[in-house]
């Protein structure tokens, strides 16, 4: 393998956050609700059981 010059690498490769980039991610999690394909717009897009107060 060729090594790269120390000028010629990204500013990401230096950044410890490019050593272990799956410890920082985490995955967004939904409340834990019912799915429902009825209710208001705000509602289906939380993915949440509309509760009609609008």
Do not use: F, H, W, Y
Not at 13 to 38: E, F, G, I, N
Request: with cysteine; charged share 45%; aromatic share 0%.
């Amino acid at each position: 393998m060729k090594k790269l010059d120390p000028d010629l690498r990204s500013s990401n490769d230096s950044s410890p956050a490019a050593d272990s980039p799956q410890t920082l991610v985490q995955k967004k999690k939904r409340a834990k609700k019912p799915k429902v394909k009825t209710g208001c717009r705000t509602c289906k897009i939380r993915r949440v059981k509309c509760d009609e107060t609008r």
